[in-house]
């Protein structure tokens, strides 16, 4: 790992989320949601957060199964 990599950890509930239409958000949606919000040079903290609130936003009656995720980055100390 070089300084700025970040490491994503999952849960399957996460992926098994359904969408708002009752669509699974499915690995690739929550990927490019990930890709995007790094690419677009958010903090780690803010992709996080805002991942949760969209996955929680989605839900009618709350998620079906646990949903974890854990996202790391690397930080070099100065």
């Avoid at 300084?3 to 996460?14: A, C, I, Q």
């Avoid at 009752?22 to 690995?27: D, N, P, R, S």
């Avoid at 991942?51 to 936003?57: E, G, M």
């Amino acid at each position: 790992m070089r300084p700025g990599d970040r490491v994503l950890l999952y849960t399957d509930g996460v992926a098994e989320a359904r969408t708002a239409y009752g669509q699974l958000v499915g690995l690739e949606r929550f990927a490019d949601y990930v890709i995007r919000a790094s690419a677009g040079g958010e903090l780690a903290p803010e992709t996080l957060r805002r991942l949760i609130h969209s996955l929680l936003d989605s839900q009618d009656s709350g998620l079906r199964d646990d949903a974890t995720i854990l996202l790391s980055e690397w930080q070099p100390v100065r």
